[in-house]
C-alpha cells in the first residue's frame, strides 16, 4: 500500500481535508456539545467520519494549549530559580510551614498572592 502524500500548507488549513480542524471549528461554535453531536455537525457540514474518541484528543489538546498558565522561555533578572536539590527541600519546608499556619491551600495562595503584589 503507497504511503499518501503529506498534507501542504493549504491542505492543513482546509477543514474539508482536516478533520481535527474541522472539530475545532465545531467545538468553536459549539463549546459544550457532547462528542456525538460533535461528530454529527463534523458528518454534516465537512463530510467526515470522526469517531468520539478523536473529539475528546482534540479538546484535550486545546484545553492543555490553553490551561491559563504564563509561558516564560527566558528567565528574568529579578526571577529566582531552584537550582539545587537543598533549595528545592527548602522551599517545600516553607510551603508546609505556610499551610500549618493558614490552615488551608486556599488561604495560603490568597497571603501569597496578597505579599507578590
Do not use: C, F
Not at 11 to 36: C, F, G, H, T, Y
Not at 79 to 84: G, H, P, R, W
Amino acid at each position: 500500500m503507497a504511503k499518501k502524500p503529506a498534507l501542504t500548507k493549504s491542505e492543513r488549513a482546509d477543514p474539508k481535508k482536516n478533520k481535527s480542524l474541522a472539530i475545532r471549528n465545531v467545538l468553536k461554535k459549539k463549546p459544550n456539545a457532547k462528542a456525538a453531536e460533535v461528530a454529527a455537525a463534523v458528518k454534516k457540514e465537512y463530510g467526515h467520519t470522526v469517531d468520539p474518541n478523536r473529539i475528546y484528543m482534540v479538546k484535550t489538546m486545546s484545553n492543555m494549549a490553553a490551561d491559563g498558565r504564563p509561558r516564560s522561555t527566558v528567565p528574568t533578572k529579578n526571577s529566582k530559580t531552584l537550582s539545587s536539590a537543598a533549595l528545592w527541600v527548602d522551599a517545600i519546608k516553607m510551603a508546609r510551614q505556610l499551610l500549618k499556619v493558614t490552615g488551608s491551600l486556599p488561604n495560603a495562595v490568597a497571603i501569597l498572592k496578597a505579599v507578590d503584589g
